[in-house]
């Protein structure tokens, strides 16, 4: 017999992403990008196509294309001209990309923590950070809903600073007047599966940067062979690589698109009603939503009070599962926090050192634990993460949720 607490797995998908498919696959071209000076340099029609849309959606003047958010990223990196010895400011609480991407260009992540009700890079622990090294900031807008990217932004142009913003939970959310992810130099959306609107793998830049919009094509797409036929002078970070989407995924990503605005409308329902049963337990507290800001539910992290609740927070999870209720990554947090990854630990087994022996002694990085502390105790004893907010499950399931959550504090 089903359980109760078992859930329809999300898809987002449906005969309108299959025509599209079969569209292309009748054109027998699916991926007409050329490294070279050519119109095929900026791909096919239906890549051109999802750029051109996304720019619309989310109000910026250029989106680019990636065959990931991963690659897109290393990409923004290479555009703002990130070079070896530089620090790029990074948070601890993400995809591990988003504080590994520096290292790709032999410059070193610097943690700065979050904020302990929007999980997002805390502005007031960024200055501290600074130094005549920093680069760049990398803030991600965590589980859906945009940094406060004004307090950033006025930072790093106090400071001579590029922003590039690690959007990916947040797809057309609108923040501060106008959307999450549009408010830095260089914003990037993800496309993976596990995102609200998906492709299997894909990922878009945003810029309102026309140069800044020419680096990142030509870093997706073979940069060094191009340029000298494009007449290119700026040759700075101009090494390329194969970061292309094809015409099959851009075909699913427009469809997916125009669903977007009826998928997070549905979330946010679903999340209002969650969120008000939950704060009612009195030992919750549903994620905040800043002002002027929405958010995209593309997570839903829960703040767990031992105290209020009487128990411990595994305690409270054994209770959750013996109803049948399966918490998302086991309700332990989310990631791992980045810092304490054997990458930072163990820097020597990794890269030789490298390139932190750039640094002098006393500049050397330190990511010991107690590093992050409001990250570590969120994600040690407080954070619980649900994912069961989405369509097609309904306000009735989220009561369900509530009444689950209920009872095993009662257990």
């Known amino acids: 017999m089903k359980s109760p607490m078992q859930f329809p797995p999300y898809q987002p998908h449906g005969p309108e992403e299959l025509q599209a498919v079969v569209e292309v696959m009748k054109t027998g071209q699916l991926s007409p990008f050329l490294g070279k000076h050519d119109p095929a340099f900026h791909g096919g029609p239906r890549v051109q196509e999802l750029e051109d849309r996304w720019a619309e959606a989310h109000g910026v003047n250029h989106a680019v294309a990636f065959n990931s958010a991963t690659s897109a990223l290393i990409a923004g990196l290479a555009a703002l001209r990130v070079s070896p010895g530089d620090e790029v400011l990074v948070v601890g609480y993400s995809m591990c990309i988003s504080a590994s991407a520096p290292l790709l260009f032999d410059a070193i992540p610097v943690f ?116 000298g036929e494009m007449g290119r002078t700026d040759l700075e970070g101009m090494v390329g690589g194969n970061y292309r989407l094809g015409e099959l995924e851009a075909a699913i990503a427009i469809e997916q698109l125009k669903k977007l605005p009826g998928l997070l409308a549905a979330r946010q329902e679903l999340a209002g009603r969650l969120a008000e049963r939950l704060n009612a337990l009195g030992f919750l507290e549903a994620p905040r939503v800043r002002a002027t800001c929405e958010h995209s539910y593309y997570l839903f992290p829960v703040l767990f009070d031992a105290a209020k609740a009487r ?88 009561d369900r949720i509530a009444d689950a959550f209920a009872a095993a504090a009662e257990a």
């Open 311 to 398: 128990m411990d927070r595994q305690t409270f999870v054994s209770n959750l599962k013996h109803q049948g209720y399966e918490l998302y990554r086991l309700a332990v947090g989310y990631v791992e926090p980045l810092h304490l990854l054997p990458l930072f630990q163990k820097p020597r087994e990794f890269r030789a050192g490298y390139p932190w022996n750039l640094l002098a002694g006393e500049a050397k990085q330190s990511y010991a634990p107690g590093l992050l502390p409001v990250t570590e105790r969120l994600h040690n004893t407080e954070m619980l993460v649900l994912s069961h907010i989405y369509p097609p499950l309904s306000l009735g399931d989220m």
């Open 112 to 227: 700065v923590d979050i904020e302990p009700d929007c999980f997002c890079m805390d502005p007031a622990k960024i200055e501290a950070a600074i130094t005549p090294r920093t680069k760049a900031i990398l803030p991600v807008d965590l589980f859906g809903q945009s940094a406060d990217m004004p307090a950033i932004r006025a930072i790093a142009a106090k400071h001579g600073l590029r922003v590039l913003n690690d959007a990916s939970h947040v797809p057309a959310c609108r923040a501060f007047g106008g959307y999450a992810g549009t408010l830095g130099d260089i914003g990037v959306y993800s496309l993976n599966q596990h995102k609200i609107i998906h492709c299997g793998e894909g990922g878009l830049a945003v810029t309102n940067d026309e140069d800044l919009a020419l680096r990142l094509k030509l870093l997706r797409n073979h940069a060094e062979a191009v340029v």
